[in-house]
């Protein structure tokens, strides 16, 4: 079988991959080694809650708003999540039943049962084999495997642990026991908080402190609803959270594990602390085992992600692209890029990207009235609706091409670092719209934030606020902040003069954009010219 594509994993990406693949006409397959669809989720998380949001009841009719606070929805206009489940943290059973829905009603191609033992490449066409020998080839590999490969710590002892993927979830094992946990990302509160009320002695140990995703806006990090154990650990009811390395594991005489800690916020001091049970709870990588020599793709972040372009395809093996949680390798612990309310738009991204690499079709888009109040009511709009620029902020957003012409180009949801690296950054003029936090870096209370609501301080807003940044020749001349809006309304009129002056200005000839920029530029050499002079006075009253 010879293919335009072919998608290894039927996960919420492969899904959604296909779906596109399948509304373009293009030939494709899924190859999935289970029978069903979202294997992963039918394991994991291993307590079932899934920490994605499912808020049903929003107010709002319109569909694109609601997929703010949809993130386990695929992009599609049938089958929606909030139709399965009205919990706010809903049951990993209910997405499996999602998604098998979502492949019947897009009748997406998918060969299951197809387990690959190898995937290789000659002379431009991958084959991928399965262990029963059967072939697909195709042109382009798109992996969406997700991080099937559990880390393993490496110290001596490690084997006495037990996995994160393998450890009972009945709390009743562990009654009145001393249970270590190794990790302080979500598996290990959800493996803790599962524990709290049967065990004697929790303790999470990590080398690095905990961070919680309420104060750096990162969902990836300690949601609020695994985080009950920190209560009890900070009032004192026999829990513990331990910044620590572990240096090895021994079992004593009387059957307990001795864990052998090096803090590492106690100048260096070393301890052992005995528990009868140890459970790894640190985390999953892509597991490149599968391709031969002749395509092995590159790794990043300690072997966590493989390396890709701004086009998420392979840095050393073309035609070779990455879909789902391996995208993150982009934006790692800064978007929402491994997580489906976020790679669901980096997927529609790359069907685009493929589409005009492969088939010579351009990225949709629509034409606007070279007018101020015409584009400021498009870009307003879209600020107050569109779920990708909320959703994957600073990472994805819309272009405005600023050309001659009497209608302007105006396209949505484009990946700013594949816009930066395309043919599409070629243009003379441009701008970009996107939602933005500010610098929250040195805030230490998130609930204690001195706020100045003057429109001229909006590049000092620290939440979540629009910026439209203007492009001369490829470079960035100027960019404007616009305030935030504490429900993320910009259609009020307050907004709308803002954002026509903004694009009045731009609008006013021609050439405004690189007459800014060359304004920058005489500014810049002006003040070092300056500076220049200071410093030769300064050196003659030295002498």
């Not at 980096?346 to 109040?373: C, G, M, T």
């Not at 819309?398 to 302007?408: A, G, N, P, Y």
């Not at 920029?517 to 003659?540: G, P, R, T, W």
């Amino acid at each position: 079988m010879k293919l335009d594509y072919v998608i290894v994993g039927a996960g919420p990406a492969g899904l959604q991959l296909a779906y596109y693949l399948e509304k373009q006409q293009k030939s494709y397959t899924i190859v999935e080694a289970a029978e069903n669809v979202g294997e992963f989720f039918r394991h994991y998380p291993r307590h079932r809650t899934l920490i994605s949001i499912n808020k049903v009841h929003t107010g709002f009719e319109d569909r694109e708003m609601n997929l703010r606070w949809d993130w386990n929805s695929l992009l599609n206009d049938k089958v929606f999540f909030p139709e399965y489940s009205q919990e706010y943290f809903s049951s990993a059973d209910k997405l499996t039943e999602y998604l098998e829905d979502f492949t019947a009603a897009h009748d997406l191609k998918i060969k299951f049962g197809f387990n690959v033992e190898n995937i290789s490449k000659q002379a431009g066409e991958f084959t991928v084999k399965s262990v029963d020998g059967e072939l697909v080839q195709a042109k382009n590999l798109i992996v969406a495997t997700g991080f099937s490969k559990e880390k393993v710590p490496n110290f001596p002892g490690s084997e006495l642990a037990e996995m994160y993927s393998e450890h009972s979830t009945d709390p009743m094992k562990y009654k009145n026991k001393r249970v270590l946990i190794l990790g302080k990302g979500n598996s290990a509160f959800e493996t803790a908080e599962n524990l709290i009320e049967t065990t004697a002695v929790v303790a999470l140990c990590s080398p690095n402190p905990i961070k919680l995703a309420w104060n750096t806006h990162y969902v990836g990090n300690v949601r609020a609803v695994n985080n009950n154990f920190l209560d009890t650990y900070q009032l004192k009811s026999q829990n513990i959270v331990l910044d620590a390395d572990i240096v090895s594991l021994e079992r004593t005489e009387d059957g307990k594990i001795m864990a052998n800690i090096h803090y590492t916020h106690a100048k260096d001091e070393l301890r052992s602390i005995p528990f009868d049970h140890v459970i790894m709870a640190t985390g999953f990588k892509f597991d490149n085992s599968i391709f031969d020599e002749s395509c092995t793709p590159a790794l990043s972040h300690e072997g966590k992600f493989p390396k890709m372009t701004s086009s998420w395809e392979s840095t050393n093996v073309s035609n070779m692209y990455f879909a789902g949680v391996l995208m993150h390798q982009r934006d790692f612990k800064k978007t929402m890029s491994g997580f489906i309310h976020g790679f669901r738009y980096n997927i529609q991204a790359l069907a685009n990207v493929l589409n005009k690499k492969n088939h010579d079709v351009a990225w949709p888009s629509e034409k606007l009235a070279r007018d101020p109040k015409a584009i400021a009511d498009h870009v307003l709009k879209q600020l107050t609706y569109s779920s990708a620029m909320f959703l994957q902020p600073g990472f994805i957003g819309d272009v405005l091409l600023l050309d001659k012409s009497e209608e302007l180009t105006y396209l949505k949801d484009v990946p700013f670092e594949y816009m930066a690296d395309s043919e599409l950054s070629s243009q003379e003029s441009y701008c970009t719209i996107s939602l933005e936090y500010g610098d929250f870096s040195k805030i230490t209370d998130p609930f204690n934030i001195e706020r100045d609501p003057s429109p001229e301080k909006a590049d000092q807003v620290e939440y979540l606020h629009p910026i439209i940044r203007f492009y001369s020749k490829g470079k960035m001349a100027y960019e404007r902040h616009i305030l935030e809006d504490l429900e993320n309304d910009y259609e009020r009129d307050c907004f709308r003069e803002v954002t026509e002056t903004i694009f009045k200005e731009a609008l006013m000839d021609e050439e405004a954009v690189s007459n800014v920029a060359l304004n920058i530029f005489k500014e810049a050499m002006s003040n070092n010219m300056a500076m220049d002079q200071d410093m030769a006075y300064s050196v003659e009253t030295e002498k």
